[in-house]
């Protein structure tokens, strides 16, 4: 699985971005996407998860609320809407796929085999 993250971009603080996720390759319909996000000198730290059906997501603490994921897999493509971005918000946001992970294990990085390049996302204040 090939996966193209995109819809970064510099926003003010309290606008909105939508992200978006592109898989090629196996279907990432077949698997839950997790989008993880990444400052410098910080570990990777998780944002939100759904499911490969899109029946069910979860969040973060930090952004439960003010984000959403969710997913077409018809075009192979899971979304993240991000609303009322704060500036600590700015990182590079990565998605990852590639596993179904029990629901215990969501939210960690290391069951994601699959990564794409990152998106970067700035929010001035």
């Known amino acids: 699985v090939q996966l193209q993250a995109s819809g970064g971009g510099l926003v003010e603080a309290g606008g909105s971005l939508r992200l978006s996720c592109a898989a090629s390759g196996r279907p990432s319909s077949r698997y839950a996407t997790a989008w993880f996000r990444q400052t410098p000198g910080e570990e990777r730290e998780f944002v939100a998860v759904i499911r490969a059906t899109g029946s069910t997501t979860y969040y973060a603490n930090s952004v439960r609320g003010r984000f959403t994921v969710s997913r077409d897999n018809a075009e192979n493509t899971v979304y993240l809407q991000m609303n009322s971005l704060k500036p600590e918000d700015t990182a590079l946001y990565y998605c990852?796929?590639?596993?179904?992970?029990?629901?215990?294990?969501?939210?960690?990085?290391?069951?994601?085999?699959?990564w794409g390049q990152g998106t970067q996302v700035t929010v001035s204040s």
């Open positions: 990852a796929t590639g596993s179904n992970p029990i629901t215990s294990a969501v939210r960690s990085a290391s069951m994601y085999p699959y």
